[in-house]
């Protein structure tokens, strides 16, 4: 994973991160009605945020696993409590990576692409793992 390149493109939408996130959840939640359900009382201003923080934390602490796998298994363990399924994280992923390239539009790249999958893979496997490690 090319972390330079994950930090460089994190960077540069923090300016429009509000309008990307909004982006980001009318996708999944159009391509993806079926997590519609878990979001039915939620404040999407405050979630936006949340999902902003959350990803900056990740992009911070991408080279330091000491710091970052705790704050992934908290939140893991938080999804078990929204009804939130292993193969749902495929809709984050899925949904976050057509919300960059069409952020970013032409300047977006394979490479960039193919780090921010990375990234989000390792994410998601942390907080499955800590969300089956709660239920067993
Ligand atoms: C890359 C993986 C993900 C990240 C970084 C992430 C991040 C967050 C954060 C920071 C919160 C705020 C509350 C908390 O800290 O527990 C949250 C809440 C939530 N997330 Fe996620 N999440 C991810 C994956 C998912 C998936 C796969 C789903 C299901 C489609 C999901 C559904 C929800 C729901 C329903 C809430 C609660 C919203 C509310 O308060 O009403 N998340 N998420």
């Known amino acids: 994973?090319?972390?330079?390149?994950?930090r460089s493109t994190f960077k540069a939408v923090t300016p429009r991160a509000d309008d990307v996130a909004k982006l980001f959840y009318s996708k999944m939640l159009s391509v993806f009605p079926q997590v519609r359900p878990l979001f039915a009382k939620?404040?999407?201003?405050?979630?936006?945020k949340n999902l902003i923080q959350s990803l900056s934390a990740v992009v911070k602490l991408?080279?330091?696993?000491?710091?970052?796998?705790?704050?992934l298994v908290k939140l893991g363990e938080s999804h078990n409590n929204y009804r939130v399924t292993?193969?749902?994280?495929r809709y984050v992923s899925f949904s976050l990576l057509a919300t960059l390239a069409e952020t970013f539009g032409d300047d977006?790249?394979?490479e960039a692409a193919e780090t921010?999958?990375?990234?989000?893979?390792?994410?998601?496997?942390?907080?499955?793992?800590a969300?089956?490690?709660?239920?067993a």
């Open 1 to 6: 994973m090319n972390i330079e390149l994950l």
């Open 108 to 110: 977006w790249t394979v």
């Open 62 to 71: 991408v080279d330091q696993p000491d710091e970052l796998n705790p704050l």
């Open 116 to 129: 921010w999958e990375a990234a989000l893979d390792a994410v998601s496997q942390k907080m499955i793992e």
């Open 86 to 89: 292993p193969h749902m994280y």
């Open 131 to 135: 969300q089956a490690a709660m239920v």
């Open 42 to 48: 939620t404040d999407f201003e405050a979630q936006r």
